[in-house]
């Protein structure tokens, strides 16, 4: 079974950056797809960004493009969220997903299939 720890939120101002891990365990392979997503309270959860599983493919939300940079380091099977000009809003939980899949997956829930527990970020005005 897949266990996913992400590590690396926190509060932060408004034009900082952070920097996000997602660092998996019982993986097999690195034949996988990974995404980030974000929750607000009282919020659903939102695609933040995806990569395949070569890293060469990625995809962003629109609210975040040009900002954030989703990578990935396959000798690790580490997943990153690099975060640039960050915005003040509510705190938000970050959790990485990864999925079974060797193309980049959706922008959709079901298309993941281990999640992790999630790093908080708050970003003050």
């Known amino acids: 079974q897949v266990r996913l720890v992400e590590s690396g939120g926190g509060l932060v101002r408004a034009g900082d950056s952070l920097r996000l891990s997602c660092s998996p365990s019982g993986l097999t392979t690195n034949l996988y797809g990974a995404g980030w997503w974000r929750q607000a309270p009282g919020k659903e959860r939102a695609f933040v960004a995806a990569i395949d599983w070569t890293g060469r493919t990625t995809n962003y939300a629109e609210s975040v493009k040009g900002r954030f940079t989703i990578s990935r380091d396959n000798a690790t099977n580490t997943v990153y969220l690099q975060m640039n000009s960050l915005t003040p809003e509510a705190p938000a939980v970050y959790s990485c997903?990864?999925?079974?899949?060797?193309?980049?997956?959706?922008?959709?829930?079901?298309?993941?299939?281990?999640w992790g527990q999630g790093t908080q970020i708050t970003v003050s005005g």
């Open positions: 997903a990864f999925a079974r899949t060797t193309v980049l997956p959706n922008a959709r829930l079901v298309d993941y299939d281990s």
